[in-house]
């Protein structure tokens, strides 16, 4: 059960257009110190609090101090903490129209991702996340895979034990006649080494960042997953506030802001992919043409039952190939189509 925490204490003061009383906003996510998020929410914060001129002030609690990842959506939503940084997918089912995302093979780069889910889900948002201020969404770099000996097609995977990523990419290993098995990022050297995972899917950066390449020899450099987070609100907060306070969180909460706050892991990642390439006891494979020809048509599957799951959970109404259609209208407009 949370624990009651005041997210916001703010009074507005009368109808004359002033800033209302200082408010406080608890902001949270559950990676470390050292990961670049941290260091963008906390530029986004500052910002916030210098347009508000001072009267919104931030803390912020990283690492999962206030709740675990899939908690941050219902935090936000019931005032536990002001703002909070949330998968999307962390939670099957429940935003099945976002996760359009998570289809392999599908975009290319999180900044022009970014700029594209951003502006493709904002309407939608108001209906799949409707009990909380939806404040932005980017999507990270899409991730290959790591492992100890040589992958290159889709086969390979079958009988292997698999970091399980998120639902779709859960779908693509079963398909594929692998075993997911659920492991938290840091987690995973230690899994990888005791023989508990034989593959992990992630990012280049991140993989260095939580040591998975000193357990592992190969990265096959594919977008074999996506994952997209949401940055929310709690609605009583927005509402609470006063218009230029109101005003000043509407300025931070944009597409352009989104790209802003991403932009830092997405170097993060592109840099950790450089690294390994330079790296001589380490080998980043590409597949052959033939060879991605079969992963694309091994993912086809998953187009149809994320079209689904939509038309069966989610709230808004709409036609789940439009939707798709649009979104990846928007990937080749910002050069993020794979």
């Not at 996506?226 to 230029?244: D, F, I, T």
Request: charged share 25%; glycine share 8%.
């Amino acid at each position: 059960m949370y624990r009651t925490i005041l997210a916001v204490s703010a009074l507005a003061l009368s109808a004359s257009g002033a800033f209302a009383a200082d408010t406080n906003f608890k902001l949270s996510h559950w990676l470390p110190t050292t990961h670049p998020l941290h260091g963008a929410l906390e530029e986004w914060a500052a910002s916030l609090t210098k347009e508000s001129n001072g009267t919104i002030d931030t803390v912020m609690f990283p690492a999962g101090q206030l709740g675990k990842p899939n908690d941050h959506y219902d935090m936000a939503r019931d005032g536990i903490v002001t703002f909070g940084w949330y998968n999307v997918g962390g939670e099957p089912g429940r935003f099945p129209l976002a996760v359009a995302v998570e289809q392999p093979f599908t975009t290319a780069n999180s900044k022009g991702g970014t700029k594209a889910f951003d502006s493709w889900y904002r309407t939608y948002a108001e209906t799949e996340m409707a009990d909380v201020h939806y404040c932005f969404g980017f999507v990270i770099e899409p991730g290959g895979i790591h492992s100890k000996n040589k992958l290159t097609k889709p086969s390979d995977l079958e009988g292997k034990k698999v970091r399980a990523v998120n639902a779709t990419s859960g779908g693509f290993v079963r398909e594929l006649g692998g075993a997911n098995v659920p492991a938290r990022a840091p987690e995973m050297r230690d899994l990888i080494e005791r023989g508990t995972i034989d593959i992990a899917p992630l990012t280049p950066g991140s993989a260095k960042l939580f040591g998975i390449t000193k357990a592992t020899s190969y990265y096959l450099d594919i977008p074999f997953y996506a994952s997209a987070y949401a940055w929310v609100m709690n609605k009583a907060a927005y509402q609470g506030l006063s218009a230029e306070q109101k005003k000043a969180v509407d300025d931070h909460c944009t597409t352009e802001w989104a790209v802003k706050v991403v932009s830092p892991w997405a170097d993060f990642e592109n840099a950790g992919l450089e690294e390994l390439k330079a790296d001589p006891e380490y080998t980043v494979v590409k597949p052959s043409d033939a060879e991605l020809a079969l992963w694309r048509d091994a993912a086809a599957p998953l187009q149809k039952e994320w079209a689904d799951t939509v038309r069966e959970k989610s709230k808004a109404d709409v036609d789940p190939q439009e939707a798709l259609d649009a979104y990846r209208a928007l990937l080749k407009q910002n050069d993020a189509a794979y």
